[in-house]
């Protein structure tokens, strides 16, 4: 009798969607197409150098858009005003504890993500 053996779900191939600037798009396909032929694997400063040192910003930027919404309704159910969304996001003002709570409540993260 044959025995059942199951695929394990690591060899699966999955289809992600990503919102990345056009100048970023054949690195990115570079390191997809490493990816796909078992080269990498690969850290996101590796793909994204750019944002070496403002993990931070990006880190608000992308829980904002996880989350589907824009600076200025972040800025209505957070309680912090919208030109601070964005120089935190653009990193010409720093997050703070507080702040970073604020954030993190409306935006179903962990406050010190955002720190």
Do not use: W
Request: aromatic share 6%.
């Amino acid at each position: 009798m044959q025995e059942h053996t199951k695929k394990h779900h690591t060899d699966e191939l999955v289809n992600v969607t990503l919102q990345v600037r056009r100048r970023d798009l054949p690195l990115l396909k570079h390191y997809a197409d490493a990816l796909r032929n078992e080269e990498g694997p690969f850290t996101v400063a590796e793909v994204f150098p750019e944002y070496v040192g403002r993990e931070k910003q990006a880190a608000l930027r992308a829980y904002r858009h996880r989350e589907g919404l824009t600076q200025k309704h972040l800025a209505e159910v957070s309680g912090i005003p919208q030109h601070h969304i964005s120089e935190m996001e653009n990193g010409k003002r720093t997050v703070g504890k507080e702040r970073a709570k604020r954030l993190a409540q409306a935006l179903n993260c962990d406050y010190r993500q955002l720190l």
